[in-house]
């Protein structure tokens, strides 16, 4: 099977959660990191999904799944370990056309979530479409060994550099030829360094702004 690769953005949308152990609560923190209101549905949390609770970082629904739960929400993850329940919800959220994802059955989900390296707003997807989750693994732990986190401080650099670039006007092709400069000059490295000095000047030199970096560089 083919998927559609896709970003969501799921900031203030309802997103509910069907189950209370601890594969349940990875799937609530990912939501939560992501800005979603979170609902949890089971009549026992975890100890982790009980300190969310207790924070208010999330609603807690004690109780069996039932259909009126999926009421205003934007996307559902069936995380129960009882296969006639996960069925239930798989089968009503097609019914009241809300995206689902059945926690390792993907005939039963409308997307599958990738294995993630998180650097900052630097995402690096690794899928292999349901079909090997250990593989999916593998590659997660070699990607985050060889991108480190100087790659989501460069990516956060570029994010605020772009904007000051547009603003200065000029061609699209012209901007575009700052930025490929940027990216292959060695502002990874001297950031990796901790170097705030040589990241300043390549900005410089290559964009032609004055760019303060100790926001991100300490």
Same mark, same amino acid.
């Given at each position: 099977?083919?998927?559609?690769?896709?970003?969501?953005? &799921? #900031? /203030?949308?309802?997103?509910?959660? @069907?189950?209370?152990?601890?594969? *349940?609560?990875?799937?609530?923190?990912?939501?939560?990191?992501?800005?979603?209101?979170?609902?949890?549905?089971?009549? $026992?949390?975890?100890?982790?999904?009980?300190?969310?609770?207790?924070? /208010?970082?999330?609603?807690?629904?004690?109780?069996?799944?039932?259909?009126?739960?999926?009421?205003?929400?934007? +996307?559902?993850? /069936?995380?129960?370990?009882?296969?006639?329940?996960? /069925?239930?919800?798989?089968?009503?959220?097609? #019914?009241?056309? &809300?995206?689902?994802? &059945?926690?390792?059955?993907?005939?039963?989900?409308?997307? &599958? +979530?990738? =294995?993630?390296?998180?650097?900052?707003?630097?995402?690096?997807?690794? =899928?292999?479409?349901?079909?090997?989750?250990?593989?999916?693994?593998? +590659?997660? @732990?070699?990607? *985050?060994?060889?991108?480190?986190? !100087?790659?989501?401080?460069?990516?956060?650099?570029?994010?605020?550099?772009?904007?000051?670039?547009? $603003?200065?006007?000029?061609?699209?092709?012209?901007?575009?030829?700052?930025?490929? !400069?940027?990216?292959? %000059?060695?502002?990874?490295?001297?950031?990796?360094?901790?170097?705030?000095?040589?990241?300043? %000047?390549?900005?410089?030199?290559?964009?032609?702004?004055?760019?303060? @970096?100790?926001?991100?560089? $300490?």
């Amino acid at each position: 099977m083919r998927y559609y690769p896709v970003n969501l953005d &799921i #900031r /203030g949308k309802r997103c509910v959660v @069907v189950g209370g152990g601890a594969v *349940a609560g990875r799937k609530v923190e990912r939501l939560l990191e992501c800005g979603a209101k979170v609902s949890v549905v089971s009549e $026992k949390l975890s100890p982790a999904l009980e300190e969310l609770k207790e924070t /208010g970082a999330i609603e807690h629904v004690p109780s069996d799944y039932d259909e009126r739960h999926l009421r205003g929400a934007f +996307l559902v993850v /069936g995380a129960t370990d009882r296969d006639e329940v996960n /069925g239930r919800i798989s089968a009503d959220c097609r #019914r009241a056309g &809300i995206l689902v994802n &059945i926690v390792d059955e993907p005939a039963r989900c409308d997307f &599958i +979530l990738p =294995s993630l390296v998180q650097r900052g707003d630097l995402q690096i997807a690794v =899928s292999t479409a349901g079909r090997s989750p250990a593989l999916a693994k593998k +590659l997660r @732990v070699e990607l *985050a060994e060889r991108y480190g986190h !100087a790659y989501g401080t460069l990516a956060a650099i570029l994010g605020e550099l772009r904007a000051e670039v547009m $603003k200065s006007g000029g061609t699209a092709d012209g901007r575009g030829k700052v930025f490929e !400069a940027l990216v292959n %000059s060695d502002l990874l490295e001297a950031i990796e360094r901790g170097d705030r000095e040589r990241v300043r %000047s390549i900005i410089r030199d290559l964009a032609g702004l004055e760019f303060d @970096v100790t926001r991100w560089m $300490k």
